[in-house]
């Protein structure tokens, strides 16, 4: 018998899903998605009238809306579209696109030049990444960090969030009050940072500054005498692989000597791609596994969970608690929270 057309359907499955990520990824920030989930009448649904609210050309528009149509995205492409259960749950987790396909979305067409040069990285769009992560954070990292927050003698007095991103995380976490500072190289992802800031009436509470950490932490800093509690969320792998371990380490020491009451929260993900039980479990092949290769090609480091003990108390520094996700969320267990303050 010949099998040749369903072998050949089955090894097109990648391309149909590369060009359907970008696709769904093309959507969302377009505003596409937001549109065709909105409540308007059936008058105002026609292919044309969603092509002139988004100053998009009829025509193309059409031309993807069908194509989504077949993907089971969207209903009606020709008359009223709109969103389906499943394109709904696009929206819901538009985060992962913002990080995996806005991020990273160019990341792999420059493995031709980092796979044959050790010295080079791929790069990828900071801003995007900033927002993703931000974003995926609201599931995982926050909560995580909201309880390693809990287990603090006392209320820290100012929240440093090192690699802030786009802002949301910090104003998340400082969402009952309190004075809080956020950082990131990424000029883009402060100027969001700043004007969220300003729509949730945070201005004068919250300070968003373009510097790396080390800079950051090598200024005579303006805190308050001894509770200080600084956050490092997937930082620390990046000034691992761009400088070297004693930069980090140096930059966790610097944390912890900053008040007599400082702590540090680092959030990092566990460095595990041999792991069989992690390649057999779903949000490791979906997620884990795209998210090792992006971090091997470019300035970005993952280690262990016994690598970022030991660089602790090289550090000076003693783990208080180690947490993990939700497993609601990700039972993985591969993101991990540490809670560390200077040793004695």
């Not at 194509?67 to 749950?89: C, M, N, Q, W």
């Not at 067409?109 to 796979?115: C, I, K, T, W």
């Not at 805190?223 to 490092?232: A, D, E, G, N, Y």
Request: proline share 6%; aromatic share 8%.
């Amino acid at each position: 018998m010949n099998d040749f057309e369903p072998r050949l359907i089955e090894a097109l499955q990648p391309v149909r899903h590369f060009f359907l990520a970008q696709a769904i990824e093309f959507g969302l920030t377009s505003g596409l998605l937001d549109e065709l989930a909105a409540d308007r009448t059936t008058a105002d649904r026609s292919p044309a009238d969603v092509a002139k609210r988004l100053s998009m050309d009829p025509e193309r528009l059409l031309g993807l809306l069908r194509y989504f149509a077949a993907e089971g995205i969207v209903r009606d492409p020709d008359t009223s579209p709109r969103l389906t259960h499943k394109g709904e749950e696009a929206r819901r987790f538009r985060p992962w696109y913002e990080l995996l396909i806005g991020g990273y979305s160019a990341t792999l067409g420059e493995l031709p030049a980092v796979m044959t040069d050790p010295k080079a990285y791929a790069g990828r769009n900071g801003g995007m990444v900033g927002l993703g992560s931000c974003g995926i954070s609201r599931h995982d990292a926050i909560p995580l960090v909201r309880r390693l927050l809990a287990l603090l003698p006392e209320e820290p007095a100012v929240v440093v969030d090192l690699g802030c991103g786009d802002g949301s995380f910090l104003l998340e976490i400082r969402a009952d009050g309190g004075r809080g500072i956020g950082i990131d190289p990424d000029a883009s992802s402060i100027a969001r940072a700043r004007a969220l800031s300003r729509e949730q009436g945070r201005g004068a509470e919250m300070t968003f500054d373009v510097s790396t950490a080390q800079d950051f932490l090598s200024r005579t800093l303006d805190l308050p005498h001894r509770s200080v509690c600084f956050i490092t969320a997937f930082s620390l792998q990046e000034v691992l692989e761009q400088r070297d371990r004693g930069a980090v380490v140096n930059l966790v020491r610097s944390a912890l000597e900053q008040a007599p009451e400082s702590y540090l929260i680092v959030v990092e993900v566990d460095h595990r791609p041999t792991d069989p039980a992690v390649m057999r479990h779903g949000l490791g092949l979906a997620y884990y596994n795209p998210y090792y290769l992006l971090h091997q090609v470019t300035e970005q480091r993952l280690e262990t969970t016994e690598f970022w003990r030991d660089l602790f108390a090289e550090a000076g520094g003693s783990v208080v608690e180690c947490l993990t996700t939700d497993p609601e969320v990700d039972s993985t267990g591969l993101e991990l929270g540490f809670l560390v303050r200077k040793a004695g």
